[in-house]
């Protein structure tokens, strides 16, 4: 195939990849009462949300809509990447590249759930019912509310891609089981800093509820690269 030839094939995939995240986007938006009680069920019923822009709440729906539809059709989309990709690549790659995207894909959403059903809502409460003062009373704005979820969401799912990297580095000499185990005690320092960023509450069971998940995925790392090195 020629450059062109490949151009071609790309735009194929990609206006597939489009046209299928727009699709969901569009059924998510039609069925918007089904849609936000997903979105509002890690809120405390004692946490109330407001709306102060009159736009807001129908582009906030859009949003939504928009991101929900790309995490439903997340599978799909990697496998036209997978399509694209695999014409020039061996039957051993394939399975490896296979496996790699598999992988991550399910650490992804991992992080994700993890942090929609424990996370996100202790955070939320936290944050939620602090007060400097009984005289300044919480308005917390619907968009604050789902900026939250969503950067949380991102950010856990990133998080739980580290086995995966952890494999990529070794698979290409970068990395080696033996540092791993010898920087642990850093490496709990420095979960425990991410902890923190991602869960600013401030209490030490929120922090432990994330940071405990964080350094069992870095021991499996471990494991995982001392297979590489075999």
């Not at 039609?30 to 129908?58: G, M, S, W, Y």
Request: proline share 4%.
């Amino acid at each position: 195939m020629t450059f062109w030839d490949h151009l071609d094939a790309l735009r194929s995939h990609l206006w597939r990849m489009v046209a299928a995240a727009l699709v969901a986007a569009v059924v998510c938006f039609c069925f918007k009462e089904t849609l936000f009680a997903i979105v509002l069920a890690p809120k405390p019923a004692e946490v109330r949300l407001v709306n102060i822009d009159i736009a807001q709440q129908f582009l906030t729906h859009m949003r939504v809509s928009l991101c929900m539809g790309l995490v439903i059709v997340a599978p799909y989309l990697v496998y036209q990447l997978f399509a694209f990709v695999s014409p020039g690549l061996y039957a051993a790659e394939r399975r490896v590249t296979l496996r790699a995207m598999g992988g991550a894909g399910g650490l992804f959403y991992a992080g994700v759930l993890l942090n929609y059903f424990i996370i996100f809502p202790f955070t939320v409460s936290f944050l939620g019912n602090y007060q400097v003062s009984a005289e300044v009373p919480n308005r917390i704005s619907l968009t604050s509310y789902v900026d939250l979820l969503l950067v949380m969401s991102l950010v856990m799912g990133v998080v739980f891609e580290l086995p995966v990297l952890c494999w990529l580095l070794a698979k290409v000499g970068l990395l080696k089981s033996s540092s791993m185990r010898r920087y642990r005690r850093h490496a709990v320092v420095v979960i425990l800093i991410l902890g923190a960023v991602i869960t600013p509450t401030g209490d030490p069971f929120t922090l432990m509820l994330v940071s405990a998940p964080i350094y069992l995925l870095w021991e499996l790392s471990i494991l995982i690269v001392k297979q590489v090195e075999k």
